[in-house]
């Protein structure tokens, strides 16, 4: 069975419907869109592993939306399911942040073993994270700059990692209390701003390297 989180996004609901229950029964927990409006705000607050996105959208084509958020730092893996089946279409797909590409009308059998696989391939290649000299090491849970170890607290280490995983996304207070300090009775934003200070002196002492940005009365962004 699949712990993965999926996103489908596709504005016929028969397809969602049939999407939604052949993942499920994979062992998927499957999130449903019929449009683009909350898919940023599912980003935000989910642990998304994959988006099965259609191209023609209500208001919006699929592929210049998640072109967008390529640029706005979000990189969930994500494959086109669309009616869009001319090479020029299926490039111009690839070109725009897509991992993977299906045209419809899909072979199911297919479609799941190319999400499997997708979802599996993605998933090692997160067991190393790289940000400029910094080196998030799954395995053993560490920190590395420029080679060397960094020694950091649990609450330290969730943080940066949180931060590593949302590169070049503007993060508030309020998200990062809810997804670092989740178990945590002491919620108040005055205790990002203290652990955030004291995760600055054990990466970047000097502050020269500026990966952290406060951005006044919106939270912090990891760049």
Same mark, same amino acid.
């Given at each position: 069975?699949?712990?993965?989180?999926?996103?489908?996004?596709?504005?016929?609901?028969?397809?969602?419907?049939?999407?939604?229950?052949?993942?499920?029964?994979?062992?998927?927990?499957?999130?449903?869109?019929?449009?683009?409006?909350?898919?940023?705000?599912? +980003?935000?607050?989910?642990?998304?592993? %994959?988006? #099965?996105?259609?191209?023609?959208?209500?208001? !919006?084509?699929? =592929? *210049?939306? /998640?072109?967008?958020?390529?640029?706005?730092?979000?990189?969930?893996?994500?494959?086109?399911?669309?009616?869009?089946?001319?090479?020029?279409?299926?490039?111009?797909?690839?070109?725009?942040?897509?991992?993977?590409?299906?045209?419809?009308?899909?072979?199911?059998?297919?479609?799941?073993?190319?999400?499997?696989?997708?979802?599996?391939?993605?998933?090692?290649?997160?067991?190393?994270?790289?940000?400029?000299?910094?080196?998030?090491?799954?395995?053993?849970?560490?920190?590395?700059?420029?080679?060397?170890?960094?020694? +950091?607290?649990?609450?330290?280490?969730? %943080?940066? #990692?949180?931060?590593?995983?949302?590169?070049? !996304?503007?993060? =508030? *207070?309020? /998200?990062?209390?809810?997804?670092?300090?989740?178990?945590?009775?002491?919620?108040?934003?005055?205790?990002?701003?203290?652990?955030?200070?004291?995760?600055?002196?054990?990466?970047?002492?000097?502050?020269?390297?500026?990966?952290?940005?406060?951005?006044?009365?919106?939270?912090?962004?990891?760049?």
């Amino acid at each position: 069975m699949n712990d993965a989180t999926i996103l489908l996004v596709e504005d016929e609901e028969d397809i969602l419907d049939l999407l939604e229950y052949t993942l499920s029964k994979e062992g998927y927990d499957v999130i449903t869109c019929l449009d683009t409006s909350n898919v940023q705000n599912i +980003l935000d607050e989910e642990d998304i592993a %994959l988006i #099965l996105m259609d191209r023609n959208l209500p208001g !919006v084509e699929g =592929s *210049r939306y /998640i072109e967008s958020l390529r640029n706005q730092g979000y990189n969930t893996p994500v494959i086109y399911v669309s009616a869009k089946n001319s090479d020029d279409d299926i490039l111009e797909g690839f070109e725009r942040g897509a991992d993977d590409y299906i045209t419809k009308p899909f072979n199911m059998n297919l479609l799941k073993a190319r999400v499997k696989a997708l979802i599996k391939r993605t998933t090692k290649m997160q067991d190393i994270l790289k940000h400029r000299d910094i080196t998030y090491n799954a395995t053993n849970k560490t920190f590395s700059i420029e080679g060397r170890e960094v020694k +950091l607290t649990h609450l330290e280490h969730d %943080l940066l #990692l949180e931060f590593m995983k949302n590169i070049n !996304v503007l993060l =508030s *207070r309020h /998200i990062l209390l809810e997804r670092v300090w989740s178990d945590s009775l002491d919620k108040k934003e005055k205790t990002v701003n203290v652990a955030i200070k004291r995760l600055k002196e054990h990466i970047d002492p000097t502050g020269e390297k500026n990966y952290i940005q406060a951005v006044r009365g919106e939270g912090y962004i990891f760049c």
